[in-house]
Structure formats: C-alpha cells, structure tokens
C-alpha cells in the first residue's frame, strides 16, 4: 500500500538549491557567533516538562507539544533560553562566568497554522551570561554581531535599534504611571495603532491627559543619537531608574563606536519597547531599511537573572535571536533570498564512452586538493549533464573522453563564465581558490 | 518555587570542551559527505505518524515517540532513511537522478534506560539514490569515506567489513534452505554464540547436517580479498544469485582499488551478515581493530527500492550511517576521543588596568583577521584569566597593561607551547594560521 508523502503543516522543508543558501546562512551565524568566542551547547529538543514551565503556563502551557508516551512527563523545547537557563543552573560550578554561548536549532512551538508562522524552526540565539554583574561592553558587541551577519548576508541597509527599559520605566515613574509594565504594553502598539487611539489607552488606563501627552511625545522624540541623549538630558528628570537607563544607554552607545559599527547600521531610539519581553535593561531589535514590513529580523536584549527559576544563584545575562527559519521564509516571498559566490569551487566529472580509472583519478586528485566533486558513473546525455550540473549548482563540469585520456588532459566547463578550456591534472589547482 | 535543573535520561548534554570535540566531528563527517558532492537536505523532526508507520508497525511502533496534542497523529522520527525515502518520493519530479543527500541530524526512539543507549541521538547519514539502477562505484565511494572521516578522527587501525547478501542467500538456496531469512538471522549471532551453538539451531531449522556444515565452514572461511574470491569461485556453486553477489562483490572490491583505500582497512568477509536489514546486496560494518568491543562505529549497504511504501517508481539506493552520538559515548568511555589541534587559533585579550579602547582595537583586528576572540571586560585575578583560557581552550592569552599600551604592543602567552612572546599588532597576522 502507497501513503501520500506529504509534511506536517507549519514545517519547513527545502529542495537541496534551497537548502544550500540556508546552510550557508546558518554557516555566517555560526561562524560570527564563534568569532567573538562564544562556545557551542546541543541542549536536548526533549525536556521534562516541569522544566519548561517553570516560569509558569500561560501562551507557552497552550503551545507546548507534549510527549505522549513516557513515563516521565516530557515535552519538546519552545526557545533555547529556558533551556540555556536550565543548563547553565545544572552546570553552574564546572563553567566559568562571563560564559559565552551560542546554540543554534529548533524549537517547536504549536502556532496557529498559517502561512508563514512555523511550528517547528530554527533559532540562533548567543547569549553572555554574568556571574552578578555583566559588562555593558557585551551589549556593544551583540549589536556589531548583528552588522557584521547581515552584512555577510549581502544587506547593508538596516537598522539595528536599541533602546533601555529603564529610560521609559523611569519616565513613567515620574510621569506618576504607577503600572508601568501595563503602560508599556500599550506603548509597545504605537506603531500600529497611531498617536489618537495610544492615547486614549494610556488615558483609560488612568494616567493624567498631561501625561500621556509627555509620554508619547517622549516616543515620538526624532533625532541622532547624539541628539537624543541631550533631549533626555535635558528633560531634567530626577528619577533614578530613568537616569540609570540614560546612562547604561550612553555607555552601551560609546562602546559600540569602539566596535566601528558603521553608524547608519545603528540607532538609538525611543520608541523601541518590547513590551511583552523579559528584558530588564538594553532592548534591541534589527529591522531592513526597505522592507520594514517584514518587522524584527533579530532582536534581543539583557535580563537581570537567567536562572531564578533554577538556582539561586543571580546570573544576568544579555543575548540575541535570529530566527532563521522565518528569516528564510520572508526573504524567499520577497525574492531577496542572498546570493552567495561559491568560495569553494564544486566539479562535476562526466566521462564519455572511456573506462571508470581515468575519472577516479581526476577525483581522487580533486579530493586531495579540497574540491566537492563527483562522477558520472552513468551514460548520460549531454542536455542532462548540463541540468545535472546547474541544479546541483556545480561550478565546473570536466568532461574526458579518449582524446582527454590519451593526451591526458581535461576538458573543462566554467559554467559561471561558460568558457571551455583544456588543462592537464596538474592544473587543476589553479581552479580551486 | 526553584525546579531542580536535570535533564532526561537517554539524551547526552555536553560541557563546552567536550561539545568542542563532539562538534568537531561532526565537522569531520559532514565536510567528506560534501567532499563528495553529497547534498544536504533538512527534512522536519515532526514528521505525521502515518508516513513513519507505513513500513509497518513492529519494533518500531513500539519506540516511536508521539506528540500528545496535534490534530494530525504527529511523531518524532526514529530514523533518517524514513524521512529520505518521504522526501525524494515528494520531490521526485523534482531532484535529479543520482541524488546524493545527507543528512546530520537528531533522531528519537524510546529506548530502554541503559547506559550508552540514547533516546535522542545523532545519525550522520549519506546515501545516494537512483532511478532504477545505481553503479556499484558508489559502493566503493562509500567505503572511501568511511575511510577518510576516521583517519581524520585520528585513526589509522580500523577495518571497513564488507559483504554481498546475495552471496550467502544463494549458497543456502543451493544447500536446499527454504527459509534464508530466518537462517541469515542465525548466522549473524555467530560471533556471539559460536559454532556449536549455531549448527544446533540451524539443524532446529530443518537444515540438513552436511548443508549444515558446509554453510558454517563458509563464514568461517578466513583469507585474504582475493582468496576469499577465489575460494567462493572454487565452490562450483551454479546459483544465479550468487554468482551475482559474487560478481557484484568482485567488481565493489576492483572499484575500491581505483580510489586508493588503504588495504588494511577494508575486507571481504563472509561472517557480516546483518541478518535484520532491510539491505539487498552490499553491507558494510567498520570495526576499530583495536576495540572490536564496541561493535560497529559505521554501517550501512545498498538496497533495492528505497520508496516503495510512497512512491510506484523504483528507486534504488545505497548508503552509510554513523551513529554520533553513541560513538562519542563509546570513544569517551575508552578515553580515545579524539584529540584535535585547533587549526584555526583563539585569542583571550585580558587588559590589566587600562581603559578598554586599546583592547577593543586588538580585538577588532583580530576579527579582521578571522581569529575567534574575546576581550575579559571585567578584572580577573591571573590564576582566573588561566583558568579561564584553559577552561575554554584558547590558544594564545594576549596581555595589555600600561607598558603594552605605552609602547604599542601586545604581551602573547602561547599557552600550547607555554612561551610569551612581545609582539605590534601588525604581526598578529603571523600567529594565525
């Protein structure tokens, strides 16, 4: 009996032309997450579930798959961090603090179905954890990670925004806002719902009509960064939270120009809040100049205590995400998936009418100098090399026949420049950067 | 409320150096798959059950996980081959035929709790699928990179086992067995219960003594390559299948040659059976010589129809699997890991007593240079900044103190050859290989 092959909705699953640019996106964030030293952790997608809620049910209890047939009560992760927290907890005495860490894998979590939200996806979360207390140099660093990954992803235009929870906590304070946290969350929609409905909420919410009128004139504030910091400092605001946030915002800001963060790449703005976040202090989130609908493309920010729920020890941290799989998603409907330049020249030997050893040797001589190659070990037809080679994206097609065998020599296609040329084995080198 | 932080039994959860060395070799395995020009495919760990299960039930249902709460009967894959099969039969019109693919992922299975058992654990996969038919090259190619990924795990004494099924299948079919799946079973429990035993159960089969002892006298049969072959060739046995395994296996053996395995790790043996497969022609199991106690570090063969329960096409195919995560259990246990110099060095930038500025420019150089690093922004005794850098395997700790910044130059302990060095920072470059 045949079953259909279909996937689950919600999955995501790429043809290997598809796969190659993922791969190759997630090789950049490895690669610049291991730049900075931060160190590899494979958490297990299988948790006990008392883990995993912790912190307590909520959207996460309704979203969390359920494993249904163990003895202990199991369930798959839904973020890298709970899990982080825990390892970090588990393994507080054998690591050393500050403990850089980066983990890259999926998560699962059981959205709604819908095109474009995921049930199952990557994450690219790195994280620096403190023991008590956490250079604000690290925040610096998170943000040139960012220019550095989507710079090598082919953008050059976008904005990583940062902003400090403790600015608007701290204003709010001295606006007389006694549920800040409430406040916020109203705030965190004025982007969607405008100035006239943000202000009748935060007046509903029984904060003073002048006020709500310093607040949202307090978002809407525009200008550099420089000027932002002396609009701020020239509020005359009294309040300790506010003036904290101000200057752990000054210094993050100071130490991101130590980094060389190219300043159009960067900006500290006032209307970034993250409302519904855990972030305690530096909020951050990466939007793409000219497709600013596509929202945060990688975000993050500090906490105070990674691992109350574990330990009692006091561990705060400051990290960030990029959700891959997602990412992939959008720039693919937006037809501006990056188009990488293979750094490593493939082969593809296709022998005509002449016996294997010829072939195996050219590819034994193209493994030893590095080079992805493979045979032909089938006839084929010329019109389905060609296809073969393009839809496997080689880079080369070396073609030997028995004029090739007795002057061994090769005849080779450069299928980015359709040139043809003949080389001797010796030669090959000369291809492969 | 503190939750007491552990994780599941049967998942491996590793500290930094060791997840250094564990992702290391899957570094190893997945960049000779692309050497060989495998391609990667990623396919959902979520897979429906119904697409898991169309094999039918058996051991298998018995150790699928499955999630509790979805619509559509959802479950964990237990392997990679289900999930491939799924994936080209889905894709079929749209891959090219041979497709190689790899795939190095997590697979989940209710295992019994037991030391060295894994419920969730890495196979790194490669297999190559034809339409229809499929050279007996690809056979030997597979041998060659078993080959190369464990002399690069550091290696030399291992032995590649090789067989042909069709070999034995026929020479119990000329000894008059009906049954040569249940004899095939017994024969592969030689090695554990020895020669009197298993004559006992083959007689228990119905096999006749003399046949008996003629098939147990073949996998007893000890002797070189080429002996072995002309042993079975001088066995006159008029079988069409084997004489089809026996050239299948002649010609496996010649094609190896032509890509320069060393003849000490690969051999002809009539003892592999792998009597519960699903493979039709050529097995493989790689035994280190040294720990034959640890069975089989890589396996796999080929096989007739890889789509059969979601496709009409046939699709033969033939492949390898390395078990990671057993295998760095099992290497770990022995204490031979594999000890890898790091290729690429790490730099630890500790400043001592001076503004940071100077320490960011080292490290922004660094990363310029492609050096993974990292800057201790908070003061650390000397016996900590060691501990740390050895702790997290860096290779060089750069010093910078007043004098350093004064004279514009850098204090290097290279902690592998114990020595301090006083370099500028444009020569950084040269202890970067």
């Given at each position: 009996m045949i079953v259909k092959p279909s996937i689950l909705p919600g999955?995501?699953?790429?043809?290997?032309?598809?796969?190659?640019?993922?791969?190759?996106m997630k090789d950049i964030i490895r690669e610049t997450y291991e730049l900075f030293a931060f160190l590899p952790i494979d958490t297990p997608a299988l948790e006990k579930t008392e883990i995993l809620l912790a912190k307590g049910g909520g959207e996460t209890e309704k979203q969390i798959y359920n494993i249904a047939n163990t003895s202990t009560e199991t369930s798959l992760r839904f973020d890298l961090t709970v899990p982080l927290a825990r390892y970090v907890s588990m393994h507080e005495h054998e690591l050393k603090f500050p403990f850089k860490r980066y983990q890259i894998?999926?998560?699962?979590?059981?959205?709604?179905?819908?095109?474009?939200?995921?049930?199952?996806?990557?994450?690219?979360?790195?994280?620096?954890?403190?023991?008590?207390?956490?250079?604000?140099?690290?925040?610096?660093e998170l943000v040139k990670i960012i220019s550095i990954i989507f710079r090598k992803f082919g953008f050059d235009k976008f904005t990583i925004m940062i902003n400090n929870r403790n600015i608007m906590n701290g204003f709010l304070k001295s606006q007389g806002v006694e549920d800040t946290v409430e406040a916020v969350r109203a705030l965190d929609k004025y982007d969607k719902i405008g100035r006239d409905s943000l202000e009748e909420l935060l007046i509903n919410q029984g904060i003073k009509a002048d006020s709500v009128k310093n607040i949202i004139d307090l978002i809407e504030f525009e200008g550099t960064n420089e000027e932002t910091i002396a609009h701020l400092e020239g509020l005359g605001i009294d309040n300790e939270i506010f003036l904290k946030g101000l200057a752990e915002m000054k210094e993050v800001l100071e130490n991101i120009k130590l980094f060389n963060v190219d300043k159009n790449n960067y900006k500290f703005t006032l209307k970034l809040q993250r409302g519904l976040d855990y972030y305690t202090s530096t909020v951050i989130e990466t939007v793409l100049d000219?497709?600013?609908?596509?929202?945060?493309?990688?975000?993050?920010?500090?906490?105070?205590?990674?691992?109350?729920?574990?330990?009692?020890?006091?561990l705060p941290g400051v990290g960030i995400s990029i959700g891959l799989t997602r990412l992939f998603f959008q720039l693919s409907e937006k037809n501006i998936l990056p188009k990488f330049e293979s750094e490593e020249k493939s082969f593809l030997v296709a022998p005509l009418d002449i016996d294997m050893s010829?072939?195996?040797?050219?590819?034994?001589?193209?493994?030893?100098?590095?080079?992805?190659?493979?045979?032909?070990?089938?006839?084929?037809?010329?019109?389905?090399?060609?296809?073969?080679?393009?839809?496997?994206?080689?880079?080369?097609?070396?073609?030997?026949?028995?004029?090739?065998?007795?002057?061994?020599?090769?005849?080779?296609?450069?299928?980015?420049?359709?040139?043809?040329i003949s080389i001797s084995i010796d030669e090959l080198k000369t291809l492969i950067k």
């Open positions: 999955t995501m699953e790429l043809l290997p032309h598809e796969q190659l640019i993922f791969n190759k894998a999926k998560v699962y979590r059981g959205e709604r179905n819908q095109k474009g939200r995921y049930r199952e996806f990557y994450q690219c979360d790195c994280d620096i954890i403190g023991d008590e207390k956490l250079s604000k140099f690290y925040d610096a000219d497709y600013k609908e596509l929202g945060s493309v990688a975000g993050g920010g500090s906490y105070e205590n990674l691992t109350q729920f574990y330990s009692k020890r006091e010829y072939a195996i040797s050219v590819l034994n001589e193209l493994h030893e100098l590095g080079a992805n190659s493979e045979v032909l070990y089938s006839k084929m037809k010329m019109k389905k090399i060609f296809d073969f080679a393009e839809s496997y994206s080689f880079d080369y097609i070396i073609f030997l026949g028995q004029e090739e065998l007795e002057n061994k020599k090769l005849s080779v296609r450069d299928l980015n420049s359709k040139e043809n």
